[in-house]
């Protein structure tokens, strides 16, 4: 599992924005990230990047997969376990209730 940032969502989401804004200031893409870093104090321009590919992936923009994705595939193991649990405690009973069909009753 990854480890929380250290960076809170507004400034990520702020900082992606900012880039946008800022392209066409600059040659490159590359001066564009490091001048938003710089003014952020963002630790790395890669770091920035990394949030960029991000936000496209959510917005389908860009292959990959979301951020989302690995929270909804944890709900459904933890509901898939849960049903298998359901599912055997299920098949014990009815074995229980078939065997209790199949005993003879004896009747004083």
Not at 92 to 108: I, K, N, Q, V
Request: aromatic share 4%; hydrophobic share 40%; proline share 6%.
């Amino acid at each position: 599992m990854a480890r929380p940032s250290r960076y809170p969502l507004g400034l990520r989401r702020r900082a992606v924005r900012m880039v946008a804004e800022v392209r066409g200031d600059y040659p490159n893409k590359a001066a564009a990230l490091q001048a938003v870093t710089e003014k952020l104090g963002i630790g790395l321009r890669e770091t920035l990047r990394n949030w960029g590919k991000q936000h496209e992936i959510n917005a389908g923009q860009r292959p990959g997969t979301t951020t989302e994705a690995p929270a909804q595939l944890k709900a459904l193991k933890k509901e898939n376990a849960e049903l298998k649990r359901a599912n055997e405690i299920l098949k014990a009973a009815a074995s229980f209730f078939a065997a209790e069909l199949d005993r003879p009753h004896t009747r004083p």
